[in-house]
């Protein structure tokens, strides 16, 4: 118990630097006019599972005393990524309502684009119904909910992941019974 307490709370120190990352490339993305739809929009994804990394890797060797079960290492990589995303999702609140709020109505024109290149025959009811429906989901309150359910599952999906790669079990101590019974 004592010891996920302590994974938690280093967890939110790690969240809130991998947050301010990701909002900070974010931003530098918006400013340099980068398509959200553009390739290098996945630098993103590698910018996540590199802050999941560091904090598995920091927490094992500051806190852990260089050991960290798989389980210990999924729950700071977990943490890590919950935090990041909460503090995410507050920026993409800010951003779609404060900063750019014609976002939105760029996603229903692109959305329409779209659908009228990939189905040049679409009915204009079917292509109400289509915007109507996007429009539902694009408002500021769901592209929050929906990049935060979307971070938290694919930090979970890292963080499974990565921990493979970063735990290190204490090796076991060989008592004297063992020693002799060899």
């Given amino acids: ?11 939110i120190m790690y969240g809130l630097f991998l947050g301010i990352v990701l909002i900070v ?3 530098l993305m918006y400013l340099l ?26 927490y094992r060797d500051k806190y852990s005393g260089g050991f960290l079960s798989y389980g210990s290492a999924f729950g700071v990589g977990f943490w890590t990524g919950l935090f990041a995303s909460i503090l995410a999702s507050a920026f993409t609140y800010i951003f779609v309502t404060m900063i ?9 024109i692109e959305t329409e684009d ?9 009915s204009d009811e079917e292509l109400d119904m289509i915007l109507s429906y996007t429009e539902k989901l694009t408002t500021p309150v769901m592209l929050t909910v929906l990049g935060f359910i979307a971070n938290v599952i694919f930090a979970t999906i890292l963080s499974l992941i990565i921990a493979i790669f970063v735990k290190r079990e204490k090796p076991q101590e060989i008592t004297e019974e063992e020693v002799t019974e060899a």
């Fill in 25 to 27: 490339f974010s931003l």
């Fill in 1 to 11: 118990m004592e010891n996920q307490k302590s994974t938690v709370n280093a967890s």
């Fill in 100 to 108: 750019d709020p014609g976002m939105i109505e760029q996603i229903l």
């Fill in 33 to 58: 006019d980068v398509d959200h739809d553009s390739k290098i929009m996945w630098l993103s994804y590698l910018i996540m599972a590199g802050g999941l990394f560091w904090a598995m890797i920091s």
């Fill in 114 to 122: 779209k659908m009228l290149e990939s189905n040049p025959n679409i």
